[in-house]
């Protein structure tokens, strides 16, 4: 797993800040580059755009008018150049050392199927709330058939 890690990340991991806060809580910052963004990430982001683009699934389904209903006809559609350009982020770590906001920007160029040269500004904004508060609902099988299946590992 940490090959594919450093495939991934290469020297964009230098990019990466953490300073902590007297209040036990950090703040984490990452500001990558053009030059710093690795081959492979740039392939992978190509692949998502061109793949998106075939399979159409920029599509909400959601019906509020005041949502986009097809990402399609408001964003140019990159077919190739495709790649980073910026990455730069900023997120909030509490006490218990877990991830409660980050921020971030991405700006992706590439052109479109008739050539033309885009910049695209993806801004982001991730709130997380209630971490580990989760409450399963309790099934009551009373009465239910229930059928005991044998585990299976790797291996077996």
Do not use: W
């Not at 950090?26 to 053009?34: A, F, P, R």
């Not at 399609?72 to 190739?80: A, E, F, T, W, Y």
Request: aromatic share 2%; hydrophobic share 30%; proline share 2%.
């Amino acid at each position: 797993m940490e090959v594919v890690v450093d495939t991934l990340a290469g020297s964009m991991q230098s990019n990466v800040n953490t300073t902590d806060s007297t209040d036990g809580t950090k703040t984490v910052t990452i500001n990558i580059g053009e030059n710093d963004v690795t081959p492979l990430v740039n392939a992978l982001t190509s692949l998502a755009f061109t793949a998106e683009n075939h399979r159409g699934s920029y599509h909400n389904d959601n019906t509020d008018k005041n949502n986009i209903k097809d990402l399609k006809d408001v964003i140019p559609q990159l077919q190739s150049d495709i790649k980073v350009i910026s990455v730069t982020s900023t997120g909030t770590i509490n006490k218990d050392d877990i991830l409660t906001s980050q921020t971030a920007t991405i700006v992706v160029s590439g052109k479109d199927a008739q050539g033309t040269q885009h910049q695209l500004t993806f801004n982001l904004d991730l709130n997380l709330s209630n971490i580990n508060s989760t409450t399963p609902d309790k099934i009551d099988l009373t009465g239910k058939q229930v059928k005991t299946l044998a585990s299976h590992t790797e291996g077996n």
